[in-house]
């Protein structure tokens, strides 16, 4: 017999088909259909932390990363009132770092810029914090730059789950909450991290960057260059793009 | 989709110039001031940074001479790293160097200085600019136009990118040159040259007509400072400092660019950002000297090509036998002989085959803690002087930039503009805006109201009594 009829939630008006055990986001990503995220990574647990990808459920806000999709639900994702949220939220990122694109290795593969592309942001809007973070350069092949970091942890498990290494932590607590490095002297190159570890390659913005490798890929042909980010996270671009130059930095998967 | 997003302190740095002009008791002109209020901290910003990346952030000080920069600061970091670059990054480097040149000077000229000079200063500002000029001759600027492109292409054949290229790096450059992309560059050679010598031609009949003014146009003795080769030729990308004075004779030589702090001191003015650089033995008032093509002209023995000789000896006869030339208007004249030289330059460069050797980088770590670095920008030499820790995070830098180096000269040249045209009626009138207008254009600040908005000076002149009160003010 003909298998059951998969379930569906409506998201802005269209019907999403999911699989039990789905999220909102996972669903609707599958089903081609983008809605703005960042800490999300598709080989790591939801994570939540971010709230970009907030839509409304049968009138409630709530992550889609990190809630399951309901048979019949009803979401509302680019709604004039979600978008103008999610603006905020990016704006907030840029203003809470020091995120100077024109002088940033990770411009045009960065997903924050390109999410702040995606949702029309002209400017930060909020008054800088210019927060101090200096660099660590310790590490011979590897450059730390937390001016960039959005906390969304993504290293951190990556280097715990999947290197076991443990090199990265958060520390301290709401405004002040920012990204250390597991080591006595509070440097990287008193840690285990290595090129290859999957902790290099999972940050959605500049922070963790392989040294010597800066323009390789020169800007105007990098990932989100030449694809949106709303397609190159639907997989909708990657036939395209695998024609290109590979990034040297960043996820080889698209972090989607 | 468009992408305009540039969230970034950078896009700030804007500036309208403001000229104060100060009257005496007796209602005459006392002192006239420039102000600049630029370059708010770029400095600071480059703190806690990478070595490495100082090419690609400080290339964007600048929107018009931004290879002169990248390739300034990669020399700071060739001291660093303390190693010596392939021969080819160091002949692509110079490549980049002189099609700045090109690109500025041409712009300079064509689109800047052209509408004053060849529609006069007194013709109606609203048509004074770049499409006033295409309107009235249209011929002379759609070449000069194709001069400037010519320059940017050779920026975008190097580097990838027109402006702002992170090409240049401390040991090297990042991308070997393809013969492809030479013979792409030395198609547009004759051209270039053609354009240059008509400009020249152009500038000679300007001279006639305006025959009356030029004497009064930043006519003043200082000292000229640039960067000669070691045989005393013209030199752009190397070389030692020497300094000349007003007279011609030689006041100093052989300036390694790492010790410039000991032979200069700067004094700064609570009236503008910009500082006001001096040679240190001879304090602020006899210490001004100016930078940039006239200067160049001035401290050379000679041209090495020999088109560009012919028109330096012509350039020489102007100051009058042995002196040097100190009328600032003639930085016109010294731009486009050395737009000459730049040319044949890069021809004789371009069929090295040298360039094309793949080697291109050398690599090393952090061997010195301080370094220096400094070419001939377009506007003068420049320097990039920064400090590192062991890891290579830039503990602090100072930039000196050719504008500021000209910035004493130039008040000097509004304030005998000033008294020049303004005697006896305490007015700006629209003849006084335009000289003082064309005044500052002579030493082609780098100021991005010189060069944001072609033709259009956003420009502020106020008129000030001995007490300090406002008498006028006029603003473009
Ligand atoms: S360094 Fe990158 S991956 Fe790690 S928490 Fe910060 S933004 Fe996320
Ligand atoms: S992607 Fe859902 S909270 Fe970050």
Redesign the interface.
């Known amino acids: 017999m003909a298998g059951a009829e998969k379930p569906m939630f409506a998201m802005d008006g269209n019907d999403v088909p999911f699989e039990p055990g789905q999220t909102i986001l996972q669903a609707a990503l599958a089903a081609g259909r983008y809605v703005p995220h960042l800490c999300f990574h598709p080989e790591f647990k939801p994570h939540g932390s971010c709230k970009l990808c907030t839509v409304k459920i049968n009138g409630r806000t709530v992550a889609s990363c990190t809630t399951l999709a309901k048979q019949g639900d009803e979401v509302e994702s680019e709604t004039p009132e979600i978008q103008d949220l999610r603006r905020n939220l990016v704006q907030f990122l840029?203003v809470e770092g020091n995120?100077?694109?024109?002088?940033c290795?990770k411009s045009g593969s960065c997903m924050l810029?390109a999410v702040?592309?995606d949702l029309g942001?002209?400017?930060?809007h909020f008054s800088p914090f210019f927060p101090s973070r200096?660099?660590?350069?310790?590490h011979p092949d590897v450059?730390l730059d937390f001016n960039r970091c959005i906390l969304c942890e993504l290293c951190i498990r990556a280097s715990a789950e999947v290197d076991g290494k443990n090199v990265f932590a958060l520390s301290g607590r709401g405004a002040k909450k920012h990204l250390i490095v597991n080591a006595e002297s509070g440097r990287l190159a008193d840690t285990r991290l290595a090129v290859e570890d999957k902790a290099m390659d999972v940050c959605p913005v500049g922070v963790i960057l392989r040294?010597?490798r800066?323009?390789?890929v020169?800007?105007?042909e990098r990932k989100y260059?030449q694809h949106?980010i709303r397609e190159v996270a639907v997989g909708k671009a990657t036939a395209r793009h695998a024609s290109g130059k590979p990034s040297p930095q960043g996820p080889s998967k698209e972090g989607a | 989709m468009a992408k305009t997003l540039t969230i970034d302190p950078v896009t700030r740095i804007e500036g309208h110039s403001k000229i104060t002009i100060l009257l005496d008791d007796a209602g005459n002109v006392e002192d006239a001031r420039f102000h600049v209020n630029e370059f708010r901290g770029f400095e600071k910003f480059c703190e806690g940074r990478l070595l490495w990346e100082m090419p690609g952030i400080t290339s964007r000080i600048c929107g018009i001479c931004p290879a002169s920069h990248l390739v300034t600061s990669a020399k700071a970091g060739d001291e660093i790293l303390a190693i010596g670059i392939p021969e080819a990054a160091d002949k692509l480097r110079r490549i980049i160097t002189l099609a700045q040149w090109v690109q500025s000077h041409a712009l300079s000229f064509f689109h800047l200085s052209s509408p004053d000079l060849m529609l006069g200063f007194d013709s109606d500002p609203a048509a004074r600019n770049l499409f006033g000029l295409i309107a009235a001759h249209p011929e002379f600027a759609r070449r000069g136009i194709r001069l400037r492109k010519f320059g940017q292409e050779i920026i975008e054949v190097l580097g990838g990118r027109r402006i702002h290229t992170p090409w240049a790096v401390p040991g090297g450059v990042r991308e070997p040159f393809t013969a492809a992309g030479r013979d792409r560059l030395l198609a547009g050679i004759p051209e270039a040259l053609a354009t240059t010598q008509m400009a020249i031609a152009t500038l000679m009949l300007m001279f006639e007509r305006h025959a009356k003014e030029i004497p009064a146009f930043g006519n003043f003795d200082t000292m000229h400072l640039g960067s000669v080769r070691a045989d005393g030729a013209l030199e752009y990308y190397g070389g030692t400092l020497r300094l000349r004075d007003a007279d011609g004779n030689t006041i100093a030589d052989g300036i390694e660019p790492r010790d410039f702090d000991k032979h200069f001191a700067e004094k700064t003015e609570p009236w503008s950002y910009l500082k006001f650089p001096y040679y240190a033995p001879l304090g602020p008032e006899k210490g001004i000297y100016r930078v940039g093509p006239l200067a160049r002209l001035n401290v050379c023995d000679f041209i090495e090509t020999p088109l560009a000789e012919a028109e330096r000896l012509k350039f020489k006869a102007l100051g009058g036998g042995a002196g040097a030339v100190n009328n600032s208007f003639h930085y016109h004249y010294a731009r486009l002989i050395e737009v000459l030289f730049a040319v044949e330059k890069l021809e004789q460069l371009l069929r090295d085959p040298a360039t094309l050797d793949e080697h291109v980088r050398s690599k090393a770590s952090i061997n010195r803690h301080e370094g220096v670095g400094a070419t001939e920008a377009p506007r003068g030499v420049l320097f990039h002087h920064y400090k590192v820790d062991d890891d290579g995070v830039i503990q602090s830098v100072n930039m000196l930039i050719a504008t500021a180096q000209n910035n004493l000269a130039m008040n000097r040249a509004i304030r005998q503009l000033a008294k020049h045209h303004l005697t006896g009626v305490a007015e700006i009138t629209e003849g006084l805006l335009n000289r003082l207008e064309a005044g500052i254009r002579c030493f082609d600040p780098c100021l991005s109201c010189s060069t944001h908005a072609i033709g259009q000076m956003p420009l502020l002149v106020e008129l000030t009594r001995a007490d300090g009160s406002l008498l006028a003010r006029r603003a473009r």
């Open positions: 840029f995120h100077f694109c024109p002088s290795e810029q702040a592309y942001v002209m400017a930060e200096p660099i660590d350069a310790s450059l040294k010597r800066g323009f390789q020169p800007i105007g260059d949106p």
